[in-house]
């Protein structure tokens, strides 16, 4: 299995610097275009392009000149929308906001703007489209809620010459998406801001607690606020999900208490509540849970593995989703990888318009005798594998490059076609082979933003390709 080198680039944290001023901006975009006049001009994207690359490794290096640095970003992001390489301006954008005191989101509009008014062939405008609604979805979460409706509306205005029904279904929902994430964050607006001065107002940690833990999931927060909330019933519930109780009994109860809120729950909010009591559930089975509530238990731990597996999986197949090498081929959703060239092939799916914590996927090894097949859910750490000379399914995972030191194995039922699912469950991907969870694998992903599909050895198909969306 080391088949893969990994690079690590440090990251060092720094506080992020004022904007310079305008004037001392417009002084350093003068003098940046008088110097590169011939490609400013150039109607060639190629020219630009190359441009804004150079741009961008310069202001990566510019750490003394602050004001040049600046430019250098932003006019590495412009010419890189003009030359229709977004994900170059997207890079642009975000690397600046990390060194300046600017938002993110805004530059990044601008950007998709911009690449949206150059002419382009139906895929690449689909690929926009896509990313359009990533970029939505990702201001939505960071509460920038008026860049979000602009990707949207972007997205909306681009799509239409497409005429794809389920495309244009994508951008309907990320808009009523966005709408609901103004109305809740209109609800939350000042509860931020009131428990800063009036730190055990219940009322706000319960808006707080609501949004955080049964909206987003996000439990740790969540479950903080819905601990000092109004709501006897939530507060209650929060302080027992804290206490961490350990008896089966115990964490049984506390697994129906999570069910019948969400009985009382819709949408996104009860789905996230029946998780929590999946959760619960799934701790209390590893325990002597008393015979009177097994059955019960038992039962609802069935239809919550199946919500699991079932709810919010849409079709990952899409062409434009793939990024192929030369020793793969794609056909009517299947696709097969011959790896000819080298010791392993790949197809990486990225580009999806949704954030996605999951991929399910049908596995056919060819018939070579020491063939392996790899879903990398986080190419080059983490991946489910198949091989045929061992003769096993397993999840591998390292935490140094090229030493895979904990694996969870599994024969599989039938080596001719495998099911492979992973979907992030906290923070763990719980592994499936066939339908049947084989075992959990620690992780610190919230999405699967590059999952690759890899061949060692002998020729692989891959079909059935099936992707998760994350609950908004």
């Known amino acids: 299995m080391a088949c893969w080198t990994v690079a690590t680039i440090p990251v060092v944290a720094q506080e992020r610097l004022p904007v310079p001023a305008p004037a001392a901006q417009r002084q350093a975009e003068r003098s940046l275009r008088d110097a590169n006049k011939a490609a400013y001009a150039s109607k060639w994207s190629s020219e630009k392009l190359a441009l804004a690359k150079t741009l961008l490794e310069r202001a990566r290096k510019r ?71 990533r970029t939505a979805q990702e201001a939505a979460d960071a509460e920038d809620t008026d860049s979000a409706g602009k990707a949207v509306a972007l997205a909306s205005n681009l799509a239409r010459p497409l005429k794809d029904a389920t495309l244009l279904a994508a951008v309907a929902t990320r808009n009523n998406q966005v709408n609901e994430t103004k109305a809740w964050l209109a609800r939350v607006a000042n509860a931020r801001p009131k428990l800063q001065v009036t730190p055990d107002d219940a009322i706000s940690h319960r808006l707080l607690g609501q949004y955080e833990a049964l909206r987003h999931a996000n439990w740790e927060v969540g479950l903080e606020h819905l601990a000092s909330a109004d709501d006897a019933d939530l507060k209650a519930l929060a302080l027992r999900d804290r206490s961490a109780p350990v008896a089966a009994d115990d964490q049984t109860a506390l697994a129906d208490s999570w069910w019948d809120l969400a009985e009382h729950l819709d949408g996104v909010m009860r789905q996230n509540a029946r998780q929590r009591a999946l959760t619960w559930y799934e701790k209390a089975a590893k325990g002597d849970v008393p015979l009177l509530g097994k059955a019960r238990m038992s039962e609802r731990l069935a239809a919550l593995r199946v919500e699991r597996l079932t709810c919010d999986w849409l079709p990952g197949d899409d062409h434009s989703f793939f990024d192929a090498d030369q020793d793969s081929s794609f056909s009517e959703g299947c696709i097969t990888i011959r790896p000819t060239a080298g010791f392993m092939s790949s197809v990486r799916l990225t580009r999806f318009p949704y954030d996605v914590d999951g991929v399910s996927v049908r596995v056919r090894p060819g018939q070579g005798p020491k063939v392996q097949a790899y879903l ?23 935490s140094k490059p090229l030493d895979w030191e904990h ?27 066939d ?38």
């Open 407 to 433: 694996r969870i194995w599994n024969p599989p039922n039938n080596a001719a076609e495998i099911w492979m699912t992973v979907i992030l469950v906290a923070s763990e991907a719980v592994i499936y082979i």
């Open 63 to 133: 750490q003394d000149d602050e004001v040049g640095q600046f430019v250098a970003y932003q006019e590495a992001r412009q010419l890189a929308a003009q030359a229709s390489n977004v994900d170059l301006a997207l890079e642009a954008a975000r690397e600046c906001a990390a060194r300046f005191q600017v938002a993110m989101y805004p530059l990044a509009i601008e950007a998709l703007t911009i690449a949206g008014k150059v002419p382009r062939g139906l895929s690449e405008l689909r690929i926009l489209v896509h990313t359009c609604l």
């Open 376 to 398: 990398a859910y986080e190419p080059q750490k983490e991946c489910v594998l198949y091989d045929r000379d061992q003769g096993l399914v397993a999840a591998a995972w390292q």
């Open 435 to 472: 339908g049947v969870e084989i075992g959990r694998v620690p992780t610190k992903l919230r999405n699967l933003e590059s999952i690759s599909l890899d061949a060692c050895l002998g020729a692989v198909q891959f079909d059935q390709i099936k992707v998760h969306r994350k609950p908004w």
